[in-house]
C-alpha cells in the first residue's frame, strides 16, 4: 500500500495510523478477544475500530490515543456481544483458547487460570477487569471511557475481584 | 491470585494473538472502499425528512397526550403546589412563617392581601407534603408571596408540584384562593 491515510489533520495527537496500530492494535485486538472469546470476531472489531479511525479522524488527544481505541472497540464488542445472544444461547460461550509461544506450547494448562477465568466473567465486571488489570487505566480513565460513574467502576472491580477468587479457589480444589 | 499479574499472564496465553501485517492490510483495503460504498448510496434528502417529520408528530402526539398543549385554565388545574425554583430570594417555601406574610398573588388569579387569610393558605400548603415526581412543567403560573420585612418571593407554580424534594397537593386551591380574595 503506497498511499497510507492521514489521520492526523484534525488531531492533537502527532501519532500517525502507522504508528498508532503498531502501538495499540494488538490491545485492541486482545481486549476484544478476552470480551468475545472469539479470533475472527476479535479481528473484525480491530478492523473495524481502526477503520472508523481513519475515515472518521476524530479528535485524538495527546496520550489518549489508547483510551479511545478501547473505548471505540468495548462498545463494538458490547454491540457483537448483544447481537449474538442467539448464537451464545444456542452454542454456549466459546472457550478462552490460549495462544502461547512456540516454546510454550504444552505448559500452558496452569499457568493461564487467570486469564481464563477473566474470559469468563460478565462483560460488565470483564471491562473494567481489563481496563484496570490488564491496560493499566485508572478508575477515573475507566469512568470516562465506559460513561459510568467512578464509584460504579470500584464497585465493578470488588465484585469482579470477589468472583474471581471464588472461581479460582474453586479451581485449587477440584 | 494476583490480579497484577493479568498483564504478565495474557501476554504469555495470548502471546500468538498479534494484530499482524495481513489485518493492517485488510484495515487500509476497507478503509479505501468504505468512502466509494457511501458516495454510491448517496444522500436522498426526502426520505430524512419523512423520518424527521414523522418523528415530531409521534411527539406531538405524545406530549399532547401526556399533557395538553393548550394552556390550562387555573381553575381547571386538579393540584397545586408552588415553588421548584425562587427568584430574588433565598428562602425557600416550607420555611416561610405564616405569621410574616403580608399578601400572596397567583398571577392568572389575584392578590389576597389578608394576612389571616394568606396564613390560612400557607398554612395548607405546607403541611400537604408529598413525595416528588421526577419530572415538572412551567406553566406561567406563579405564587409571589410577600412578607413583612418587605421581601417578595416568586415561586413558579408547577406541574407536578414542587419544593425541596417534595410536592404540595390542593385540589381546589385556586378556587379556594379565588374566594378568599371574593372573586
Same mark, same amino acid.
Given at each position: 500500500m503506497s498511499q497510507q491515510p492521514e489521520?492526523?489533520?484534525? @488531531? @492533537? @495527537? @502527532?501519532?500517525?495510523f502507522d504508528q498508532l496500530y503498531e502501538l495499540y492494535a494488538t490491545d485492541v485486538l486482545r481486549v476484544s478477544y478476552y470480551y468475545l472469546g472469539n479470533r475472527e470476531m476479535a479481528e473484525d472489531v480491530t478492523q473495524d475500530v481502526f477503520v472508523k479511525l481513519i475515515m472518521n479522524k476524530p479528535f485524538l488527544e495527546q496520550g489518549r490515543e489508547k483510551a479511545w481505541l478501547l473505548k471505540v472497540a468495548l462498545n463494538r464488542c458490547r454491540d457483537l456481544w448483544r447481537s449474538s445472544w442467539i448464537k451464545k444461547v444456542v452454542l454456549g460461550h466459546p472457550g478462552f483458547e490460549c495462544f502461547p509461544a512456540p516454546d510454550e506450547i504444552g505448559q500452558i494448562t496452569d499457568r493461564h487460570s487467570l486469564a481464563e477465568a477473566v474470559s469468563l466473567l460478565k462483560p460488565e465486571f470483564k471491562e473494567v477487569v481489563l481496563l484496570f488489570y490488564?491496560?493499566?487505566?485508572t478508575v477515573t480513565e475507566i469512568s470516562d471511557m465506559l460513561q459510568i460513574a467512578e464509584g460504579t467502576v470500584s464497585s465493578r472491580l470488588s465484585r469482579a475481584r470477589e468472583k474471581l477468587q471464588k472461581e479460582l479457589k474453586g479451581d485449587e480444589q477440584q | 491470585m494476583k490480579l497484577e499479574n493479568l498483564r504478565e499472564e495474557t501476554e504469555s496465553a495470548l502471546y500468538g494473538l498479534t494484530a499482524d501485517d495481513s489485518l493492517k492490510y485488510r484495515i487500509l483495503q476497507k478503509a479505501a472502499q468504505t468512502p466509494a460504498e457511501t458516495t454510491k448510496k448517496g444522500f436522498h434528502p426526502f426520505p430524512v425528512l419523512c423520518s424527521v417529520l414523522a418523528v415530531l408528530l409521534l411527539l406531538t402526539v405524545a406530549l399532547n397526550h401526556v399533557r395538553p398543549l393548550t394552556p390550562v385554565e387555573p381553575g381547571e388545574m386538579t393540584v397545586f403546589a408552588a415553588g421548584g425554583k425562587e427568584e430574588? /430570594?433565598? /428562602?425557600v417555601f416550607s420555611s *416561610? /412563617?405564616? /405569621?410574616? *406574610?403580608?399578601s400572596m398573588e397567583l398571577t392568572s388569579v389575584g392578590k389576597l392581601e389578608s394576612s389571616e387569610k394568606c396564613a390560612q393558605l400557607l398554612s395548607m400548603l405546607q403541611q400537604e407534603s408529598f413525595p416528588a415526581a421526577d419530572e415538572k412543567w412551567d406553566n406561567d403560573e406563579y405564587l409571589i408571596i410577600s412578607t413583612s420585612d418587605g421581601q417578595s418571593v416568586k415561586y413558579p407554580v408547577n406541574e407536578p408540584y414542587f419544593l425541596d424534594n417534595t410536592c404540595w397537593e390542593c385540589q381546589s386551591f385556586f378556587d379556594l384562593f379565588r374566594n378568599s380574595i371574593g372573586k
Open positions: 489521520i492526523t489533520d484534525r @488531531s @492533537s @495527537s @502527532s501519532l500517525s490488564y491496560q493499566g487505566f | 430574588g /430570594s433565598t /428562602s *416561610i /412563617s405564616a /405569621s410574616d *406574610i403580608v
